[in-house]
């Protein structure tokens, strides 16, 4: 999978996500949580991965939601995880 918002690389067994959203502070968007769940998903499946680290670009890790579309920004699906990946996660 191409990823637009976060950065996975995968180096001496250890996978790292980065949010790449500096200019934004990675605030978190739709898009980005289906790249991260995408991500957790490859390196799942890649039995050489041992950890993950989740980072983030710039000179934060994550400002929180983006609420930049304003009132319809939990409007379009809301924040039902389920509901805007179409997958059930474990647990």
Known sequence: ???EEIIYE???QIATITLNRPDK???FTNRMLKEIIAAFDESD???NVRAVIVT????AFCAGA????GGETFAKGGSDVR???GVMRDG
């Open 83 to 85: 509901a805007k990946t």
């Open 10 to 12: 995968v180096s001496e």
């Open 66 to 69: 983006d609420l930049s579309g």
């Open 1 to 3: 999978m191409a990823y």
């Open 25 to 27: 502070l990675n605030s």
């Open 56 to 59: 983030g670009s710039g000179r």
């Open 45 to 47: 499946a890649d039995d």
